[in-house]
């Protein structure tokens, strides 16, 4: 007999017991079944057998490990399916994603999204059989030939890293190197599962689109076919996902950034690499400007640094040797190799350096809007959202160890109150903590982790502890933004920095007339203009707030008689501030009301006959339609109190 510990008392089962058979007569709260189960923190299938004594507690559909391997189970019947209507495919990977399931495939049929309809019926004619998912071990040396026999070079390889790296799982009574296989009818693979317990629950499901991806993520690897899907418990959850994927659609920042003219990217110029149009140049100065005014409100001093520098800065601080990947080849200037800077940092650490401080000094707070370049790999590049050039809103903070939970704080405070100006008001928070490697005192790690964690718990903020994940050279807090669709997007960071002022041997003198290494503060408030002007064209569909909008008023005169007069208009909103463009074109008012409309113009204001005899405008408002007639000095008083509040 074996002890199994259940979360409400403990329970004695022959050996050999499955984990399903334990747990019957569990349910949730919703009354639902178990569809796989925690044994001893590992997740398994309810068929596992149980040989010796364990925790064991139920995994509902419902819960972030269900629908994971809900969606991990749905991957396996597409493969299933894919090999059923074209069986010289081979296969490759199909995990799980925080959004649903992938597979990757070589064949020689070139998949469309025409295809998606067929895999998709295959699929459900196997969930409708359900048939069990059957898990069996093998040893891996015998999977491992049978694999290269066959010729299915992608499971072999897979299966040689995995018997490279083997370690006996809980509750199996073998020592031997084994790998785990599921099959379902006369479909097998390799999978370290678990799965659900049939075909017939993987919930309601929905394969999305077809993409190439090279194996392994290795651009020097073949390429293959990806398939996407996504799988929910119930119908209705799937209804509510598709709905929002096409108010993703409409959202999208690469559609609307062409539509509305704000930004493009061109071959000629290099991949990655963004083009500022007029508009989004008003939008971005906007944001500029908001930025400077505030730093200098919160005690920071803004500072300049170059494009390039000299190899032996980039050697000092250590970039060359763990994100040489990311950085763009050298060039030779005077026989001098020099880098084009990937970070801001260690130009601010050099300014710092060109005199000696004072523990009186601290804390001292140099921010700068810091144009950086990156490679990024071709497949990863995504609109604004990953580029090779952009600009940080960068900062670094150097302080006395007893200054740092206050700093910390501070920088919280800061970054909470940008991201709310801009309309973000839920958010995503981790705080990572000491890695197993890491540079710097235990001493320094504890105190900068619970100034994090307090000014996280001060700020009355949830966050999850993303134990050990910190950065070898600090802890840090990671703040994502959730967008008006409930979407994350990480935009802020703040790290605590233990390596760099040793590397650049950075000191103060302290109040004992002895030198000591100051602690330096890595913050971003919106992470790069680039990546948080994407999330911002998302978050408002376009449609930005009145102190955003690059054009915040059009004046519209209904003939030509009128032009004169709605001349004087622009001037009179112009003249306090406000970015307003004239329509005087001989087309007809309705179009110029849709195309203002189209362009997410705020406002409106039509000059025609009896707006001339009044002296008033017409006033049609994005979304709203017509708000009736007004005086021009109150359409400003209201503009202007809306730009006031950040509307």
Known sequence: MITIRLLDGQKQCPEGVTAGEALAGIKSGANELPIAAMVDGVAADLSRPLFKNCSLAPIFPHTAEGIEIIRHSASHVMAHAVMRLWPDTKLAIGPATSEGFYYDFDTEHRFTAEDLPAIEAEMRKIAKANVPFRRAEVLAEHAYTEALERGDTYKAELIDTIRQTYRVELGTPSDKPLISTYSNEEFTDLCRGPHVPTTGQIGAFKLLSVAGAYWRGDEKNAMLQRIYGTAFPTQAELDEYLRLVEEAKLRDHRRLGKDLD????????????????????????????????????????????????????????????????????????????????????????????????????????????????????????????????????????????????????????????????????????????????????????????????????????????????????????????????????????????????????????GQDGADHRPILIHRALMGSLERFFGCLIEHYAGAFPLWLAPVQAVVIPIAERHAARAGEVVEQLRAVGFRVELDARSEKVGFKIREATTQKTPYMLIVGDRELESGQVSVRKYKVGDAGSAAVDAVIREMAAAVESKQ
Not at 288 to 295: A, S, V
Not at 323 to 340: A, K, L
Not at 473 to 481: F, L, Q, W
Not at 499 to 504: A, D, G, T
Request: with cysteine; hydrophobic share 35%; net charge negative.
């Open 262 to 509: 704000l930004f493009s990217m061109d071959e000629l110029v290099g991949p990655g690499l963004v083009l500022w149009h007029p508009r989004a140049g008003r939008i971005r100065t906007i944001i500029e400007n908001f930025w400077r005014d505030e730093h200098y409100k919160h005690g920071y001093e803004l500072i300049y640094t170059p494009h390039i520098g000299r190899i032996d800065l980039w050697n000092t601080s250590g970039h060359t040797s763990f994100y040489r990947e990311n950085m763009y080849s050298t060039m030779q200037v005077d026989e001098q190799e020099f880098q084009i800077k990937p970070m801001n940092c260690p130009f601010h650490i050099q300014i710092y350096k060109t005199h000696k401080h004072s523990y009186r000094e601290f804390p001292l707070r140099w921010a700068e809007l810091g144009t950086v370049y990156r490679y990024e790999k071709a497949g990863v590049m995504h609109g604004l959202l990953r580029v090779r050039g952009f600009t940080q809103d960068d900062a670094h903070i150097f302080c006395r160890i007893d200054q740092l939970e206050d700093e910390i704080q501070r920088v919280l405070d800061f970054v909470l109150y940008i991201l709310r100006t801009f309309g973000f008001n839920e958010f995503k928070i981790a705080l990572s903590t000491r890695p197993e490697k890491f540079v710097g005192e235990v001493a320094n790690w504890d105190k900068a982790t619970d100034a994090l964690r307090h000014s996280l718990d001060r700020s009355n903020l949830p966050y999850v502890v993303q134990e050990g994940e910190g950065a070898f050279y600090g802890p840090k807090i990671d703040i994502n933004v959730k967008d008006a669709l409930g979407r994350a997007w990480q935009c802020s960071t703040i790290q605590v920095d233990f390596n760099l002022p040793e590397r650049f041997d950075m000191t103060y003198t």
